[in-house]
């Protein structure tokens, strides 16, 4: 399939690069480099969401009237039905994301799912499918946010013990680690934490905090406070 990806970010390069093998890639930035598909197969979206990310898409679709709009960006939950494109997140550590891709599921939410989850495989993404694009773009908004509130618990704890001049490590990763050992010995896999090392600075605003931004619960107020 003919293949064109818009915004070439850490995530459009290393996802043009799994790619490529398998399906001839180019993007609409580097113009002058590559010829830009006026009817590409599949329209890639990896910028990030913004208050016009609405409208840049709908000019992008227009313009280039391609089969499929897949969003790979992190975006509030309904954005994709509005543009009658399919929702796939990436699930990475950035900056290696091209590793990211091609080790983790990649999740592809909307009704026209299971016609681009071929598109993956060939390229070697193990995928799975769900109906709605709500369900990977709500799936994305809560991982991010239960990483913040993990970080956030780490450091609390770690505040604690400095002003009470107690070890972090026997406070918090020696019962965690101990508790996960005990819990997968017993047979319950489902029961262990995070262990976490505390980094005493504001949570980055590369992916939490802009996430958390995205989404209204009691939670994404507590990670944004």
Same mark, same amino acid.
């Given at each position: 399939?003919?293949? $064109?990806? @818009?915004?070439?970010?850490?995530?459009?390069?290393?996802?043009?690069?799994?790619?490529?093998?398998?399906?001839?890639?180019?993007?609409?930035?580097?113009?002058?480099?590559?010829?830009?598909?006026?009817?590409?197969?599949?329209?890639?979206?990896?910028?990030?969401? /913004?208050?016009?990310?609405?409208?840049?898409?709908?000019?992008?679709?227009?313009?280039?009237? !391609?089969?499929? &709009?897949?969003?790979? /960006?992190?975006? %509030?939950?309904?954005?994709?039905?509005?543009?009658? +494109?399919?929702? /796939? %997140?990436?699930?990475?550590?950035? !900056?290696?994301?091209?590793?990211?891709?091609? &080790?983790?599921?990649?999740?592809?939410?909307?009704?026209?799912?299971?016609? #681009?989850?071929?598109?993956?495989?060939? +390229?070697?993404?193990?995928?799975?499918?769900?109906?709605?694009?709500?369900?990977?773009? +709500?799936?994305? $908004?809560?991982?991010?946010?239960?990483?913040? @509130?993990? *970080?956030?618990?780490?450091?609390? @704890?770690?505040?604690?013990?400095?002003?009470?001049?107690?070890?972090? /490590?026997?406070? =918090?990763?020696?019962?965690?680690?101990? =508790?996960?050992?005990?819990?997968?010995?017993?047979?319950?896999?489902?029961?262990?934490?995070? *262990?976490?090392?505390?980094?005493?600075?504001?949570?980055? #605003?590369?992916?939490?905090?802009?996430? +958390?931004?995205?989404?209204? &619960?009691?939670?994404?107020?507590?990670?944004?406070?």
């Amino acid at each position: 399939m003919k293949t $064109l990806i @818009v915004g070439m970010g850490e995530v459009g390069t290393a996802l043009a690069e799994v790619l490529k093998q398998y399906n001839p890639c180019c993007d609409d930035i580097k113009r002058t480099q590559v010829n830009v598909w006026t009817a590409p197969d599949i329209l890639h979206i990896t910028f990030p969401y /913004s208050d016009k990310f609405v409208e840049y898409v709908k000019e992008y679709q227009e313009k280039h009237k !391609p089969k499929y &709009t897949i969003i790979h /960006s992190t975006c %509030p939950v309904g954005i994709s039905s509005q543009l009658g +494109a399919i929702h /796939s %997140p990436i699930r990475c550590i950035h !900056p290696n994301l091209e590793k990211g891709i091609k &080790t983790f599921t990649k999740f592809i939410g909307g009704e026209k799912a299971s016609e #681009v989850a071929d598109y993956f495989r060939k +390229a070697d993404v193990t995928v799975c499918l769900f109906d709605k694009p709500e369900t990977t773009e +709500a799936m994305k $908004l809560f991982d991010t946010l239960y990483f913040g @509130v993990c *970080v956030e618990f780490a450091k609390e @704890v770690k505040r604690f013990c400095d002003e009470n001049e107690l070890s972090f /490590s026997d406070v =918090y990763r020696l019962p965690n680690m101990t =508790y996960n050992q005990g819990y997968q010995e017993l047979g319950h896999p489902e029961f262990p934490r995070p *262990v976490l090392e505390p980094i005493i600075k504001k949570i980055g #605003v590369h992916s939490v905090l802009n996430n +958390a931004n995205l989404l209204e &619960t009691n939670f994404s107020k507590f990670i944004k406070k």
